[in-house]
């Protein structure tokens, strides 16, 4: 699979290869059960080539009897998703994570995304402010809350993990014949993060009941049986290898990514479209909607997502 690497996300193609080939190989070496994609070599020895134009580009073995889903067909597919990312997590809990490079700065930094909206809300570069009203209300009310995973990660009590930040479904590769986990696509974001970030933006992205810009809101709530299933498959692959701390805040991962990607919709929305692709002139204000929506709807179901995490995590877990 020949793939172009898009430089306007990815200002430094080489460190994501670099990235991408450390964690590879040291997940290779180990008996995940997981089959890893791995980078083909160019003529020169380097895994990546240069075209006449400057573009990078990089090829990867094909991993034929495959099946990579866009939404769960059932509950089985999302615990087998949850496999895939746990045992990558629990296959790099050893991998020196500070020894990676940072491919999108400050990609999951909470705090960070709060103040890129603040600027964006002060320039009111095309005027749309005034349409954000209850938006920016909502996001505002929960700024304290928005940054704890940061302030966890300073004090020490949460852990600087090796992360993947796409944990989309369609990130797995799932065996076309018995559903089970085959392959971890996507290495592209791999770096320094936090398990919550991981697993709060695979639970956003594929235990949704609604599409992700989906204007109807009455549609848009979060599924418990997906999370449930989600976080049996997750704690299965790595629990043992997470703390107790990181354990307990996984439900406000899911809370804390979802009103952090409602944030970037929102910013791109204020500063004129310019950073996600959009259909529609108002898509990227349906989308902070719908994420702000789904954030609202595990508020409302608060009290059964730690009683699940409770039942899921026994013992592992501190309340």
Request: hydrophobic share 40%; charged share 25%.
């Amino acid at each position: 699979t020949l793939q172009r690497i898009n430089r306007v996300a990815f200002r430094h193609p080489e460190e994501l290869i670099e990235n991408i080939d450390a964690v590879s190989r040291f997940i290779a070496k180990k008996n995940t059960g997981l089959e890893m994609i791995r980078l083909c070599t160019a003529r020169d020895g380097r895994k990546y080539a240069v075209d006449a134009q400057g573009e990078f580009w990089r090829a990867y073995d094909y991993i034929s009897g495959g099946l990579s889903l866009e939404a769960p067909r059932d509950c089985n597919d999302f615990y087998q998703a949850a496999v895939a990312f746990g045992k990558f997590q629990q296959a790099l809990a050893d991998f020196p994570a500070a020894t990676l490079h940072e491919t999108i700065p400050r990609f999951h930094d909470t705090e960070d995304r709060l103040c890129q909206l603040r600027a964006s809300v002060e320039a009111d570069a095309c005027g749309r402010v005034r349409e954000a009203g209850p938006e920016l209300a909502f996001i505002s009310a929960r700024e304290q809350e928005l940054s704890t995973l940061c302030r966890m990660l300073r004090s020490g009590a949460l852990p600087l993990r090796v992360t993947h930040n796409d944990t989309k479904l369609n990130n797995v590769l799932l065996d076309e014949k018995t559903g089970l986990a085959r392959s971890v696509l996507d290495l592209d974001t791999v770096m320094p993060g936090l398990s919550a970030y991981d697993f709060g933006d695979a639970v956003r992205f594929g235990a949704s009941s609604a599409a992700e810009d989906e204007t109807d809101l009455s549609k848009v709530f979060l599924r418990l049986d997906l999370y449930r299933a989600f976080l049996e498959g997750y704690l299965d692959a790595c629990g043992h290898a997470l703390t107790e701390n990181e354990i307990s805040v996984l439900p406000l991962g899911a809370k804390i990514i979802t009103i952090e990607l409602g944030m970037r919709f929102l910013k791109d929305y204020l500063d004129g479209d310019v950073y996600f692709k959009i259909d529609r002139p108002t898509q990227n204000l349906d989308r902070c909607r719908a994420q702000l929506r789904l954030a609202a709807d595990m508020e409302a179901q608060w009290p059964q997502m730690q009683q699940i995490l409770l039942e899921t995590a026994g013992s592992r877990c501190r309340t």
